[in-house]
């Protein structure tokens, strides 16, 4: 008899979100590649869990696999976007703190290059116009799909 094993994951996340340990144990289990190599979804369905997971994650990197590391927009990731990455945004956006103060962007590196990400060159009137770009060694990796759930729950 054969088993198969999920590759990837959704899971939806239930009980008490001050429980140190037993967020903890998901923390562990979201991290651990062994348990969904390839990509997963965590559902929460509370103001309270969405709190709690900002503050637990507040201030770090997400790590994705493959040493991958997630930036929310800040001034020294806008300089090596506009500067190395996608000078068009030189043009769009005035200055770092300028797109910083007023732009969004999601992105991820990998040894410290940008390898994709997910900006707005035009936000306005209740709508942001979005570009996502992944290098092409990177692509078919759920990477672009990952940003762009982030900036989809960008406020």
Excluded at 52 to 65: D, I, P, S
Excluded at 94 to 119: A, E, K, P, R
């Amino acid at each position: 008899m054969r088993y198969m094993k999920p590759t990837s994951g959704f899971y939806c996340l239930a009980g008490k979100e001050n429980d140190d340990q037993f967020n903890k144990s998901v923390i562990r289990f979201m991290n651990d590649p062994m348990n969904h190599n390839r990509f997963f979804a965590l559902g929460i369905f509370t103001d309270e869990w969405d709190i709690e997971l900002n503050n637990t994650f507040a201030g770090e990197t997400m790590k994705f696999r493959n040493g991958y590391e997630y930036f929310p927009l800040n001034e020294k990731i806008s300089d090596d976007y506009r500067e190395k990455f996608y000078p068009y945004y030189k043009l769009v956006w005035d200055s770092n703190q300028h797109f910083c103060n007023f732009g969004i962007g999601h992105f991820l590196t990998c040894n410290n290059d940008l390898i994709s990400v997910c900006t707005s060159p035009y936000i306005g009137g209740n709508f942001a116009e979005i570009d996502i770009i992944t290098i092409e060694n990177y692509k078919r990796q759920g990477l672009a799909t990952a940003l762009g759930v982030e900036f989809i729950k960008f406020e």
